[in-house]
């Protein structure tokens, strides 16, 4: 059985340029930017901030390298990545309504309501640029 799924040159380029924004970012909310990533955790979330950021810094670390690297499983990782960028939604919709300031760019209420419709561009690039979305469409499930 063929795991692997074959992308084109296009895709493989946006694949990678998303896989390097999930690695670096992931560095920066385990070092510069860990106190900016805070302001996005929800108050409700019962662990600490600094914890969430910690682990979802190794997470998203993880995503990019399995994006960028691990090509039988490309498909996963996309899917996977596309569930990580919902799941962390909340956090950007609770930096919108308590208007906290990050990054030294979200500093408005425009700025952070454009980056909540950018998130939806978010998942859709990892569910194109892995594939993931088209494997999906031609699966049994729509036969």
């Known amino acids: 059985m063929k795991t692997e799924t074959k992308t084109t040159l296009i895709q493989n380029i946006f694949r990678i340029l998303l896989a390097f924004f999930m690695i670096y970012a992931g560095l920066s909310h385990l070092t510069f930017n860990r106190v900016a990533f805070q302001a996005q955790v929800p ?43 919902v799941l962390i939604f909340p956090g950007n919709v609770a930096q919108y309504i308590n208007g906290t300031d990050a990054f030294g760019v979200l500093n408005s209420d425009r700025a952070r309501l454009g980056r909540l419709f950018f998130q939806p561009v978010l998942i859709a690039w990892a569910l194109w640029s892995s594939r993931a979305w088209k494997k999906w469409m031609n699966s049994e499930n729509f036969k």
């Open 43 to 85: 108050d409700w979330l019962p662990l600490s901030k600094d914890l969430i950021v910690i682990l979802s810094g190794i997470v998203e670390i993880v995503l990019g390298l399995g994006l960028a690297f691990w090509k039988k499983q490309r498909v996963r990782f996309g899917w996977a990545l596309a569930i990580f960028f």
